[in-house]
């Protein structure tokens, strides 16, 4: 998909030369300079004073060696990364990945989305994003323990509550944040809000488990009644069973919806009957297993192998929760075929480029996650809110801001498709809303 538009296109040219075989972040820029170009046609200055330039450009890349030593007396040695990509309108803000998939160029697209999505909520939050190529996954507490101090022990450097403050994301949830943050405590003699997603007895805020998949479901439902659509009755696939998936069901389910699959890395189960959300929650959250054990407590389901045959399964919406690039365009094209009217990003760029073509072409509503998916990061900033007051709210008071933000965050995004000409894009809505703030903040700085 070339952009049409001669500097855009040659910008994304560059972005290509001076990060190599980074396919995600070049796939995550290339979204956003595409849905930019009525934005520089009406205001060229953000051409010409260099802001669309400084954007694609994180301010800072952080790498560092993460040795550790396993339970047998082993030593590993894994990377870490912090980027640092825009602080514009606030401290860096964005989680950690530890998964064995994670390099440079994911954590450039996480980052370079999250600059937008911080934007979007409303708050004072800057981009960033970091992580490593560890993997939590069969390891054991003390293992985990030791390998998240010594990644704290580089990264306490270049961070704190007014230059940029990580939270969770794959393979990084209240275990591993709670190991990162009492490190942290530990090196700086501190105890300030530098990490989100804090387990309660520690600063951390009621509702910030739930508000990604909470926050995913206030804007669907958002935009599903703006085109007289409800969750009531509606038949929903989720893809994934972490902590966004975990609560999207959740909220769905409230909402009226029945949720028959979901998924983790190795297959997916099927429900006719509806998911027993509270199993998946002992299985996932707290003994650790695999979705495929699910069957073994309910015989009506039947577990299957491999990922992508999720959608296959015929649904009125579908809400990927999983990872990037997790559904493509033959899987998009059953979800149509089988009448599915909605998709709703809560992963981060979980369809690839031409599944989302596809779903707007054939008129499906679709969510993107840099606007679906930010209730996680805006109850992030509602926990650094919290922090600095040294005051606690309610859950009912935090998942009332929560619903507040996804609904602003629905219209300004929708508005701002209407106003560039492109009435329904959410993908364009969300990206130049996003982006307007930020690069007003860059031009009011001049060149920094
Ligand atoms: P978790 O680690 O809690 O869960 C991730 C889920 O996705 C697991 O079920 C995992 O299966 C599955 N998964 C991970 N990698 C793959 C893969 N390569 N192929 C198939 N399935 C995979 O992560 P979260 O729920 O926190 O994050 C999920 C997505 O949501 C990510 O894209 C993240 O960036 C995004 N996100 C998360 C936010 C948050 O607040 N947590 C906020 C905004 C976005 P398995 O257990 O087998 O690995």
């Known amino acids: ?34 849905s930019l170009v009525p934005v520089v046609e009406a205001k060229p200055v953000y051409i010409k004073e260099g802001v669309m330039d400084c954007l694609v450009e994180p301010e800072r890349i952080i790498k560092f060696r993460v040795p550790w030593e396993d339970d047998q007396g082993n030593v590993h040695v894994n990377r870490g990364f912090r980027v640092q990509f825009n602080s514009a309108i606030g401290p860096y803000k964005g989680g950690l990945r530890f998964h064995p998939s994670v390099y440079e160029g994911i954590v450039k697209f996480l980052g370079f989305e999250q600059i937008f999505k911080n934007s979007l909520t409303g708050l004072p939050i800057g981009g960033g994003k970091g992580g490593s190529d560890f993997d939590p996954k069969g390891k054991s507490d003390a293992e985990v323990m030791r390998f998240c101090q010594s990644f704290m022990t580089e990264l306490f450097k270049y ?40 387990g309660l007895a520690y600063g951390g805020s009621l509702a910030r488990t739930e508000a990604t998949g909470y926050g995913l479901c206030y804007f669907t439902d958002n935009m599903l009644r703006d085109a007289s659509r409800s969750f009531d009755g509606a038949t929903v696939v989720i893809s994934g069973s972490g902590n966004v998936a975990i609560y999207a069901c959740e909220k769905a389910s409230a909402f009226g919806a029945k949720v028959v699959a979901m998924s983790d890395s190795s297959g997916f ?79 981060n760029m979980p369809c690839t480029p031409e599944a989302v073509e596809a779903f707007q072409t054939a008129g499906v509503l679709f969510a993107p996650a ?38 602003d965050l629905y219209h300004n995004a929708s508005a701002a498709a209407a106003e560039y000409g492109k009435p329904g894009d959410l993908v364009a809505g969300a990206n130049i809303a996003g982006f307007l703030k930020v690069a007003d903040a860059m031009l009011a700085y001049g060149l920094v």
């Open 1 to 34: 998909m070339e952009i049409q538009h001669g500097y855009l296109e040659d910008l994304m040219g560059r972005v290509i030369r001076r990060n190599p075989a980074e396919p995600e972040f070049h796939q995550a820029v290339r979204e956003v300079l595409s």
């Open 159 to 198: 961070i704190g509550p007014d230059t940029d403050v990580p939270a969770g994301d794959i393979g990084v949830g209240s275990r591993e944040i709670g190991y990162l943050f009492g490190q942290y405590k530990r090196l700086r003699n501190e105890f300030t809000g530098v990490l989100t997603g804090k």
């Open 269 to 347: 189960i099927h429900d006719p009957d509806g998911i027993d959300l509270a199993l998946v929650k002992r299985l996932k959250e707290v003994e650790r297993r695999r979705i495929r054990d699910y069957v073994e407590a309910r015989p009506s389901a039947r577990y299957h192998e491999g990922c992508a045959g999720i959608w296959q399964i015929p649904c009125d919406i579908a809400l990927p929760c999983a990872t990037q690039n997790e559904l493509d365009a033959a899987s998009a094209k059953t979800l149509i075929q089988n009448g599915c009217f909605a998709v709703a990003e809560g992963a």
């Open 370 to 407: 840099k606007a679906a998916n930010a209730g996680g990061v805006a109850t992030s900033a509602l926990e650094m809110s919290q922090n600095s007051m040294r005051f606690s709210w309610t859950f009912e008071e935090v998942d009332a801001h929560l619903k507040t933000i996804m609904t």
